[in-house]
Structures are given as structure tokens and as C-alpha cells.
């Protein structure tokens, strides 16, 4: 089990002093990159073999969010490889090691040239450690879109929301989605399902659906096909 240590910067946290729910979802996605570097099938070696993972869904269960300057473990690990996908678990822990928040992920292993999955192989599978999955009822990786929604004015991809894959990075959907949940909404807990992926200058066109303690968000195309399916639980449902 990989094991990254953090604390909770001004930089992450909301007007109340918490920390934001992209910045813990950034803490997570840094936790796994950091170990396959740590192990040396990072983004060089991936870059050389021309494949990417991608994050093709999670869900995410916030059990309290931490405050500022609060120090944190974040500790991920796969439990399962399966053709072109891989299963992996995450938890964030506070000093006290309480659990902040875990997480279930699946994701695609992609040909760059292609832009078809690709088998992992053998030789990439043994590198990691694998762990039992964690101990939790997580909900299945498909999202349905909403049929009735309210349509938003259409955003921009910039500059700030691609990564080192040239896409619109996961996280940044989440940051994009969340705008429109109301100022008292508080999540605790998160699906996400990505279905392409967008890129620089792309227009996204918000749709939310709201119903009893739930939010969901689809972000698409100006044809109406999802880049991303977002859905927040309000805190307590």
C-alpha cells in the first residue's frame, strides 16, 4: 500500500476554511501517480510506450472535510487488473488516523495512438502491489443521464483545466460541475463517469437535474453526448 503524506494548504480550502472537494480528489489523483513514478512505470514511461491510464469512473465518500493545515496520509492501491482495466482503492486519513474519505476507481488502458484500449501487460502488472479491495459497498461504475434537465450557458475548456494528456483533466470536471450545486449543498459523496474526453477550447455544455438529496451534473458536447456524468449525495443521504 502506497503511502503519500500532505497537509491541508490555504490554497485548498473554501471560505469556511475546508478543504475543497477537488482539492481532495487532486490529493488522491497525486497519491497514485506518485507511486507508479515511485516504481518507475510513471508518465515518462508511459509516454515512451505510447500509452496513458485513464480514469474511466469513481466514487468518491467524504466522511468530514478537513481544515486548514490539518496533515493528511493519502494511501491508494490496485486490487485487480482485468484485460485493459484497472481497479484501485484510495483513503486519506487525518493525524489521529481517522478516515477523511475513500474511494473506489476503475481505469482504461489506452493506446495514445489509437485511442483504443490497450491489454496491460504482464510485465507493467507485476510492478505494482496488489491489496485486498476495501471494505465497502460501492455503487456500480455507470451513471444514467438524467432525461430532464436544465441547460447552463456553454464553458469554454482553458487553458487551466488541461493536463499532461493534453485532456481536460478528471478533477476539473468535478470543479466545473460543482458551480452549480446550491451555496448550502454540502457533498458527501461523489460518482463521476467519463465518457470522452474534451480538450483545449472545447465548449461544455452544463446540464443539472436535481432531486432529493442529489444533484447531478452532465457535462457535453454541443451535440448532447457526455464528456462527463458527475452526481453528488448530499451530506447525510
Not at 474511466?56 to 484485460?83: C, D
Not at 496491460?120 to 443521464?145: C, G, M, V
Not at 461544455?204 to 449525495?233: C, D, H, Q, R, W
Amino acid at each position: 500500500m502506497f503511502c503519500f503524506e500532505s497537509v491541508v494548504r490555504y490554497s485548498e480550502v473554501d471560505a469556511d476554511g475546508f478543504m475543497k472537494l477537488p482539492s481532495i480528489l487532486d490529493l488522491m489523483q497525486d497519491c497514485c501517480i506518485f507511486q507508479s513514478e515511485e516504481l518507475g512505470i510513471g508518465l515518462d514511461f508511459l509516454r515512451s510506450a505510447n500509452r496513458v491510464w485513464a480514469l474511466s469512473s469513481w466514487q468518491v465518500i467524504i466522511r468530514r472535510y478537513p481544515n486548514m493545515g490539518e496533515r493528511l496520509k493519502a494511501y491508494t492501491w490496485p486490487y485487480r487488473f482485468q484485460s485493459f482495466l484497472g481497479y484501485r482503492n484510495f483513503k486519506i486519513e487525518d493525524a489521529r488516523g481517522e478516515e477523511i474519505a475513500c474511494a473506489n476507481s476503475i481505469w482504461a488502458f489506452l493506446d495514445t495512438k489509437s485511442g483504443r484500449p490497450a491489454r496491460i501487460p504482464k510485465e507493467l502488472s507485476e510492478k505494482y502491489p496488489f491489496e485486498p479491495p476495501y471494505p465497502a459497498e460501492f455503487a456500480d461504475r455507470r451513471l444514467r443521464r438524467p432525461k430532464d434537465m436544465q441547460t447552463a450557458p456553454a464553458i469554454t475548456a482553458g487553458r487551466f483545466c488541461i493536463d499532461t494528456n493534453r485532456h481536460v483533466n478528471n478533477g476539473k470536471y468535478v470543479l466545473l460541475a460543482q458551480e452549480y450545486l446550491p451555496e448550502a449543498f454540502k457533498a458527501g459523496s461523489l460518482r463521476a463517469e467519463y465518457k470522452k474526453s474534451a480538450v483545449l477550447a472545447d465548449r461544455i455544455v452544463p446540464g443539472i437535474a436535481e432531486e432529493e438529496g442529489k444533484i447531478t451534473v452532465s457535462l457535453e458536447n454541443e451535440a448532447g453526448e457526455p464528456y462527463a456524468i458527475v452526481e453528488f449525495m448530499e451530506d447525510g443521504k
